[in-house]
């Protein structure tokens, strides 16, 4: 094998994992800046994680995404670790540092703020109180993001409320935990509505929201992607208001790590969405 300094290696662990497009999304970066360099998708079970973490550098890999199931483990194992994992106590970019060793980050919150900037350049996260439905691990870092980008009031509803309330204690102190039953009143008035749940989507539980109190000035975002939109979004734009889907969440969080193996800034544009969703030539 060539020495990683010539051709770099990183890819992205998760278990499964044939469903990322993360491989696309390098790959197309790679093949624009024309790198020298590979992204691979590797398949790892949760009892082989710590192991495969380990023996990584030694094969040439300069870094990786994680994602599920192997966030929090990715964390724990870190040698260092960023404020934000830290707060998050989950990490989703490593980067194998010859000195330093694994160094974890969680870019999934910057990835969301980034989408919403890009997406919809007016967006001001001072401009309204936010609703975010969910209390899953990706709305962990989506809450922090919006609290740390000036949101003034943020309510956080979610089926069981308990989860809701444990996020709030551990992630920020001021959020606003409502009932799940409240969830028609605590979307009137806001600038933004935050989707982190499955609801409507296969698999998931089914869509019973209304959205009936809903602004059409205000901003419904989801942070899942589906081609023509998510059931979530559908509802959102049948009430008037303007929807951002999750691709570009994706898209943006993975702007750091790229940077950090491959030496090159990358850029989020329309060939590049076009490339991973497979729309484009």
């Known amino acids: 094998m060539k020495d990683h300094e010539d051709a770099p290696l990183a890819g992205v662990i998760g278990w499964p994992i044939a469903h990322s497009l993360s491989p696309k999304l390098h790959g197309h970066w790679l093949r ?27 094969m040439g890999f300069v870094g990786a995404n994680v994602t599920m199931p192997h966030k929090e483990r990715a964390f724990a194992l870190a040698d260092e670790t960023s404020a934000i994992a830290q707060r998050l106590g989950a990490a989703n970019t490593l980067v194998f540092d010859p000195q330093r060793g694994i ?12 989408n919403l900037r890009e997406t919809r350049p007016g967006w001001d996260a001072t401009a309204g109180p936010v609703a975010v439905l969910g209390a899953g691990g990706a709305c962990r870092a989506v809450v922090a993001a919006l609290m740390d980008a000036g949101v003034p009031e943020l309510r956080l509803l979610n089926r069981t409320k308990s989860r809701a309330q444990a996020l709030r204690d551990e992630i920020a102190p001021g959020i606003d935990v409502r009932d799940w039953s409240e969830v028609e009143e605590a979307v009137s008035g806001v600038s933004l509505v935050v ?26 975002a989801d942070i ?17 208001a303007e929807t951002v889907d999750g691709l570009g969440m994706l898209l943006h969080q993975a702007r750091p790590g790229f940077e950090r193996w491959f030496g090159r800034a990358p850029q989020v544009d329309a060939a590049l969405r076009a490339a991973v969703t497979g729309q484009g030539a």
Do not use: H
Request: aromatic share 10%; charged share 20%.
């Open 195 to 220: 989707n982190t749940t499955s609801m409507g989507m296969a698999g998931g539980p089914e869509l019973t929201l209304t959205l009936q109190n809903l602004s059409p000035a205000a901003l419904a």
């Open 103 to 114: 160094c974890a980050d969680n870019t999934d919150g910057f990835g969301f703020i980034e």
């Open 224 to 240: 899942v992607y589906a081609a023509g939109g998510t059931p979530f979004m559908k509802l959102a734009q049948s009430r008037g």
């Open 32 to 58: 624009r800046y024309k790198i020298k360099g590979w992204y691979l998708p590797l398949p790892v079970a949760e009892d082989d994680f710590e192991a495969a973490l380990r023996t990584m550098p030694k």
